[in-house]
């Protein structure tokens, strides 16, 4: 079964400062897909990011970055010279490769980042 | 494209009431999903749909819950009879072959 950890409830840093919030996932599959989401304030869900499990590769965009290890099921994401506008709920997800057709998300409990000026 | 539109924002019922909640997906998607937000379970799927078709309703709670989709441009989610362990945030999301989910701005739904 598939199972996202994001054992971080809650993190709270001063502007500028970098972050990393953690994300761990457990899948039997071989081809799967993570996300992570940011929910602001305001309460939508808003896509960041995927990736499919055979591209390790680290992604950058703009002071956002990714980093996917399959050594430890991790995808941990990076917001480098954090910004108030960047405080958030932030999730991870997972879905399984069917040929029916991708499961639907599981998402993480979610990492409350607050930035504080 | 207007993304995922849901309403309506905010619903206040009273125990025993019928809900409605409405969602029109992205156009050209073929995947719809409804999920339920609370503090206290997170973000939980109820049902979701590929073509209007249901493929997977395990997590509607009981059968109070009911989903159609009765075209490619509409679904509903309806609550009857409602109860206030009802209450949370509803979102609607869809996506294009099996892809990435976008999501509506959700239904706080708040029954009393």
């Known amino acids: 079964a598939q199972k996202v950890t994001q054992a971080q409830t809650e993190i709270s840093v001063v502007e500028k400062e970098d972050v990393t919030l953690d994300c761990v996932y457990e899948?039997?599959?071989?081809?799967?897909?993570l996300f992570w989401y940011k929910q602001p304030p305001s309460g939508e869900l808003v896509f960041l990011i995927r990736?499919?499990?055979?591209?390790?590769q680290n992604e950058i965009s703009g002071r956002y970055s990714w980093n996917f290890q399959k050594s430890t099921s991790s995808f941990n994401f990076t917001i480098t010279a954090s910004q108030v506008v960047d405080s958030a709920v932030y999730f991870c997800?997972?879905?399984?490769?069917?040929?029916?057709?991708?499961?639907?998300?599981?998402f993480g409990k979610g990492t409350r980042l607050s930035v504080i000026a | 494209d207007a993304g995922v539109i849901q309403s309506p924002r905010h619903e206040v019922t009273e125990m025993g009431q019928e809900v409605t909640l409405r969602c029109k997906p992205i156009?050209?998607?073929?995947?719809l999903f409804w999920y339920r937000q609370t503090m206290m379970r997170g973000l939980e799927l109820l049902i979701y749909f590929n073509n209007n078709v249901p493929i997977d309703d395990s997590g509607m709670p009981e059968d109070r819950f009911s989903a159609k989709m009765p075209n490619a441009s509409f679904s509903t989610l309806k609550i009857q009879p409602s109860e206030p362990r009802d209450s949370a945030v509803y979102f609607c999301?869809?996506?294009?072959?099996?892809?990435?989910?976008?999501f509506g701005q959700g239904t706080r739904l708040t029954v009393v």
């Open positions: 156009s050209g998607h073929d995947y």
């Open positions: 899948t039997r599959d071989t081809t799967y897909y």
């Open positions: 997800a997972l879905s399984e490769a069917r040929l029916s057709g991708n499961t639907p998300l599981v």
């Open positions: 990736r499919n499990s055979f591209d390790e």
């Open positions: 999301a869809s996506s294009f072959i099996s892809r990435e989910a976008f």
